[in-house]
């Protein structure tokens, strides 16, 4: 099948803004996710959004979404250094489909 | 509330082995999924559970295998281990009803390597 895909790396200083890019795969998917992992750890949900929205804000985290293009945007403001982690983006089909996630490094 | 729990966190297994991992949904969650992930293949559905029966499937072999109990707990189960099968596997829990947010939260994972 097709893939979400998202670039692999992004490498910020503290205090800049972050932003990931994704683009998926279904355009009749009805919400598209954020999930953060740090090392050793499982997958944390940092927020989501439902596919008739165009942006949703949540304290440092703006995430845009751009139906025609299936483009999925998900920017960190103030990024800070425990901000370093992977990021994946996904979309719901039967079932959470996943990119291969992008490794943020935030550097002093 | 607690959050999802995975025993055990990590396995050494020989191949040809089988083995079984356990995942704790969040406490009123019905619906349990279950996860590879790979360096190379990234994450992969394998299945999900809701209310003790197996509710989607992914594209896995018929090694892998799962069950649900009727407090929602879950198992998976793999047989005839391969050294391929070395992956982070990683639970996540849901309400898992129709018509309301999904929002599905992961456990901290079982790190199986196969030696």
């Known amino acids: 099948g097709e893939d979400v895909e998202q670039s692999l790396f992004l490498s910020v200083r503290e205090g800049d803004s972050s932003v990931i890019n994704c683009t998926y795969t279904?355009?009749?998917?009805?919400?598209l996710y954020w999930y953060k992992q740090e090392p050793g750890a499982g997958l944390q949900l940092l927020t989501y959004?439902?596919?008739?929205?165009d942006m949703k804000q949540d304290q440092r985290l703006t995430v845009l979404l751009n139906k025609k293009d299936k483009h999925l945007s998900l920017r960190i403001a103030d990024t800070q250094t425990g901000d370093s982690a992977i990021y994946f983006c996904?979309?719901?089909?039967?079932?959470?489909?996943f990119g291969k996630g992008t490794s943020l490094l935030v550097t002093p | 509330k607690a959050g999802v729990t995975q025993t055990p966190r990590y396995l050494i297994k020989t191949r040809g082995q089988q083995v079984t991992l356990s995942c704790s949904p969040i406490?009123?969650?019905?619906?349990v999924s279950w996860y590879q992930q790979t360096p190379g293949q990234g994450l992969q559905f394998l299945f999900e559970?809701?209310?003790?029966?197996?509710?989607n499937k992914g594209n896995f072999p018929g090694r892998f295998s799962g069950r649900q109990f009727s407090n929602s707990r879950s198992e998976m189960n793999v047989s005839t281990l391969e050294l391929g099968d070395s992956a982070l596997y990683l639970c996540?829990?849901?309400?898992?009803?129709?018509?309301?947010?999904?929002?599905?939260?992961f456990g901290p994972g079982t790190r199986l390597t196969v030696t």
């Open positions: 559970y809701f209310s003790e029966t197996q509710r």
């Open positions: 279904d355009s009749s998917s009805t919400y």
């Open positions: 959004i439902f596919s008739n929205m």
């Open positions: 996540a829990s849901s309400l898992g009803m129709t018509g309301i947010i999904y929002e599905q939260y």
């Open positions: 406490s009123g969650h019905r619906s």
């Open positions: 996904a979309e719901k089909g039967y079932a959470l489909n």
